[in-house]
């Protein structure tokens, strides 16, 4: 069974950073491409962040580029984002995710996902 275990969520002002981590596990992951998504209240769940296991290729949404970067520890089974320059709009649930289609999981279809980590970002 596979199982995504999000961490390091919190409240932080609004210029400043937080580092979440996605633990996974319940099978190998390593043809897999994992993402980032968010969903703040109201609104519905976007696209934040994704990369490959396999060859580290990484992927963006245009709002976090520059800001926020995705990495992987193939060792821990474990994916990070971290992200900078936080502002109020990136206030949100954070959801780590998994699927063997690097385009089904930039197109925000993947089949695994975690329970999600609260983001809030005061101004």
């Known amino acids: 069974q596979v199982q995504l275990v999000e961490s390091g969520g919190g409240l932080v002002q609004a210029g400043g950073s937080l580092r979440l981590s996605c633990a996974a596990s319940?099978?190998?992951?390593?043809?897999?491409?994992m993402g980032w998504f968010r969903q703040a209240p109201g609104k519905e769940r976007e696209f934040v962040a994704a990369?490959?296991?396999?060859?580290?290729?990484?992927y963006y949404a245009d709002s976090v580029k520059g800001r926020f970067t995705i990495s992987r520890d193939n060792i821990m089974n474990t994916v990070y984002l971290q992200m900078n320059s936080l502002k109020p709009e990136d206030t949100a649930v954070y959801y780590c995710?998994?699927?063997?289609?690097?385009?089904?999981?930039?197109?925000?279809?993947?089949?695994?996902w975690g329970q999600g980590t609260q983001v809030t970002v005061s101004s």
């Open positions: 990369i490959n296991w396999s060859d580290g290729r990484t």
């Open positions: 319940g099978r190998t992951f390593s043809s897999d491409t």
């Open positions: 995710a998994a699927d063997r289609s690097p385009s089904t999981v930039v197109a925000g279809s993947p089949n695994s």
